[in-house]
């Protein structure tokens, strides 16, 4: 009987009819198109020049090959040009840091607190939440100089200010943008709708990472909150899903169900692996799909991660006296904690770490989201560890090839807010699309300098307006990338991070 | 009028269908002519198919003397036939590539000498035309007669108006400019430019006419010159410049700030008001700076040209640096790494992530080690011995290699950046690394370096940053300036 053939043979009229059931109609068609196309090309005589089509872009020039083994999907590429920075250290204030209470200093608003909004600042512009006429309100905490390069800052960073010749302030950011999630998706994937590569993907994308053993893209959260573009802001869009960001907890495990229940030990995982593995070899076998691979690698990942990644995150490891520099507390899950995880992280290989810090949204609406109580916490939050950051950045040397990004995803209006009308105890500010300030630091950016300039109340930018594509341009090109060269064919179109408006590399930063 | 019309022949009726628009057309030259504003978009967007539509009349009206003196041979007697033919469609198309002319100039910034020459020219053109065609049917020995003289007048007109019409577009001296200089003196043609002024402003001697109006010229006037003057703004003199255009004065005497013209030539390329527009060659920073100095030392017609000395070094307003991007040869760079490319090849399949090319663009190498820990190892550094010469930056901390690898490292003689983090290396390494001439930064943070081992490193001449922990503190004190400012705590 034609049934006595074994099911596990390929010629089990089970099987057959099920590989054949595969071969859906994009099978056939693309096939077809492939075999007409090489019959066609077989009728021809030898063309040469046909090979090369492939690898130039729409310009004419010759594409950049990101192509890997899918085993190893995140081996580790040499940029295009020689490069000032090997990682980055992404640090984001979501919500929108208030720039006229941390870098901004403008006397002139403080000379007109309280006093009514000029009309010219007013028409035609779209606020989320003020109202008629709201008044001005000056710096809600002093202001002084320091250090060499003589920036100005206010008293609620004391830590960060020991660093201040170090940083490069950017003060004309500019954005389209005045609401959070679509902000903070703009700034970091480049598009304030959903659906596209976030830095980091990119990044590690056209760079891979060093440490096989650890996620190249790796994303720590504070504030107690997850930030309102979600987890997108770290998604891959349309880029293989193995470039995705990998959301690590400071404390505890460092993904969660990473390691393995309690009775399962290394040997056993490593059985159901394998036994993985075959399964998905043999669905790559009849399929194709080169996400198969890219599985099968993640798997692996996972478990060599099972190991290292406990170990990279774990802060018991760093002496009291580091701990207590960057103010981190074992067993919380703190900014704290996370910059310190992010330095261990960068020693390590990783190419792009991620910190997230909810919170900054101060509208004034409450206490947590005032400029008078909540924002002072915030501060409190983040100074130590990010100087303490730098700090051990710069002992390592590491400072060098390490570019770190600091800032939010717009500003905040020169304006009090007053919703509804209101004028509580807590003060705050509305958001601002129109300036925002952002710093960065190492690889390869200069020192002690500040690009752009608002006006005297610090609403319009007057000088050097700088697009958030411009700030991506320019962190892949310390990175080694020309911004327009890195893409990857999607939807016909050779998509990029800059996105398809001209973009500048901010020369005047660059060392 | 109806009746006479049906019953007139084709010819008639052709030669009023083609003579009401030539009134038209006089009438408009006369009544409305381009007087160097501009207009409505979509009279633009129209009168620029003038350069392309005016080709065909133009070929046609030298194609007809061409066919005339032919037909008339033993060989080519068929051309005759054709010659009414094409002499009526030239006839309707030229009239068509006037109007098309006059919608150009109407609505584009278009005034002066030339553009009315060439005007009128092309209104001439087309009544020859009409002319030679409607006297070409004539049998009358007036008629007979007339003909070879209006196609011979015909051809004239087109060369002469075509003529125009190229200094337009191309600039005057578009056929002189690079005429060989025996024709140049046969015809007496002079040096090419603009006829000198008699105003003391601007002459060759002043600061203006010797630095300032020859950038206006090779970068502004194609479009704000004299034929040419887009917003009304025309920057081939010094009053002109001074006047200004339809969005007001372009130069404030002495604050450059202000100065609109500064603005928009120190903008970023891609901004939309960015000058020269349409990807002409923008000003290079040199002139910006001759700019600034000028208009901020009073923007004066008579100032000398030895006047402003020294131009300021940082001046308020900066031209903006761009950055360039080189195209990568991947053969040029294939042959650079030939040498060596087997070698690294089993390097990278041995220590995968460890060492790789420094970019796409270049032979050197970087290793980073650092990420393996103390899976890496002094076997392991020995064996890139081979690869030595091609290292230029080598990262090995937190790797479990001793002083053991000081001569593998200092075998890297073209080594630039060097970390030694957390590893158990001493001053015997630190000796060893003294012939590292081309290094420029170096860590050794937590190691067993002590003072003395890194005093006399600290004179290697490209040694630009060292980054040592607090126990080097006590070495910078007895250090001098020069060599304490390299070192990084």
Partial sequence: MKYDIDLASAQHPERRFADLQAQTRRHFLRTLSGGLGSMFLGSMASFPALAASGDRDIDGELRLDLKRDPKSPLAALPPQFAARAKRVIYLHMAGAPSQLELFEYKPELIKLDGQDCPASLLTGKRFAFITGVPKLMGPQYPFHQHGQSGHWISDRLPHLEQHLDELCFIKSMRTDQFNHAPAQLLVQTGNPRLGYPSLGSWVVYGLGTENQNLPGFIVLISGGNTPDGGKQLWGTGFLPSVYQGVQCRSHGEPVLYLDSPKDVTTAKRRTVLDAIDQLNQQHYAEFGNPETVTRIAQYEMSFRMQMDATDAMDIHKEPEGVRTKYGSKIGESSFANNCLVARRLAERGVRFMQLYHWGWDSHGSSAADSLNVGFVKRCQEVDQPIAALLSDLKERGMIEDTLVVWGGEFGRTSMRENRSGQVTKFTGRDHHPGAFTIWMAGGGVKPGMTFGQTDDLGYEIVKDPVEVRDLHATMLYLLGFDHRRLNYSFQGLDQKLTGVKPSRVVAEVLA | ?489
Avoid at chain 2, 28 to 39: H, I, V, Y
Avoid at chain 2, 40 to 59: K, M
Avoid at chain 2, 227 to 232: E, P, Q, V, Y
């Fill in chain 2, 1 to 489: 009028m109806i009746p006479w019309l049906r019953g007139a022949s084709p010819r008639t009726l052709f030669a009023l269908v083609t003579f009401v628009p030539l009134l038209l057309l006089f009438g408009l030259l006369l009544f409305a002519p381009p007087d160097g504003n501009e207009r409505a978009q979509l009279w633009q967007f129209v009168g620029r198919f003038h350069p392309l539509s005016v080709h065909l009349p133009i070929a046609l009206l030298i194609l007809v003397p061409v066919l005339e003196l032919a037909g008339r041979t033993r060989r080519f007697p068929f051309l005759l036939p054709a010659v009414d033919f094409l002499l009526g469609v030239a006839v309707a198309t030229a009239i068509a590539a006037a109007f098309l002319g006059w919608c150009l100039a109407r609505s584009g910034s278009y005034s002066g000498p030339l553009m009315t020459q060439h005007m009128w020219g092309g209104l001439l053109v087309a009544s020859v035309a009409w002319a030679c065609w409607y006297v070409r049917a004539q049998t009358a020995p007036f008629g007979q007669r007339a003909h070879p003289v209006l196609i011979i007048a015909a051809a004239a007109v087109v060369s002469f108006t075509g003529y125009r019409g190229g200094q337009l577009s191309q600039g005057e001296n578009h056929l002189t400019e690079f005429m060989p200089e025996s024709l140049a003196g046969m015809l007496g043609v002079g040096v090419t430019g603009d006829a000198p002024s008699n105003s003391p402003n601007g002459g060759p001697n002043t600061f203006y006419g010797a630095r300032i109006q020859p950038l206006f010229s090779s970068h502004c006037v194609s479009c704000h010159g004299r034929s040419k003057h887009k917003s009304n703004l025309r920057l081939d003199s010094y009053e002109a410049t001074m006047r200004g255009g339809s969005h007001g004065v372009v130069i404030k005497a002495g604050e450059a700030q202000k100065s609109e013209l500064l603005r928009r030539v120190t903008l970023p390329h891609t901004d939309d008001d960015f000058m020269p527009a349409d990807k002409k060659r923008p000003l290079s920073p040199a002139d910006v700076k001759s700019l600034e100095a000028w208009i901020s030392s009073g923007a004066s017609g008579t100032l000398a040209i030895d006047a402003i000395k020294d131009l300021p070094a940082s001046s308020t307003i900066q031209p903006v640096a761009e950055v360039t991007f080189e195209e990568i040869d991947p053969d040029a760079v294939a042959k650079q790494r030939a040498s060596l490319a087997a070698a690294i090849a089993q390097f990278k399949n041995r220590f995968p992530n460890v060492l790789d090319y420094q970019s796409r663009a270049s032979a050197d190498i970087v290793v980073n080690a650092a990420w393996k820990g103390a899976k890496f190892g002094d076997a392991d550094l020995a064996a890139l011995a081979p690869l030595s010469e091609r290292i230029v930056a080598a990262d090995f901390s937190n790797t479990a290699i001793t002083d053991k690898s000081a001569g593998a490292i200092a075998a890297m003689k073209h080594l630039r950046s060097l970390r030694l983090m957390h590893t158990r290396i001493s001053d015997t390494t630190l000796h060893s690394l003294g012939s590292l001439d081309k290094l420029e930064v170096l860590s050794i943070f937590d190691t067993a370096v002590t003072p003395s081992g890194l005093q006399e490193l600290l004179r290697l001449p490209k040694l630009r940053r060292v980054y040592a922990s607090d126990k080097m503190m006590s070495l910078a004190s007895s250090l001098p300036p020069d060599l304490k400012s390299k070192l990084v705590f």
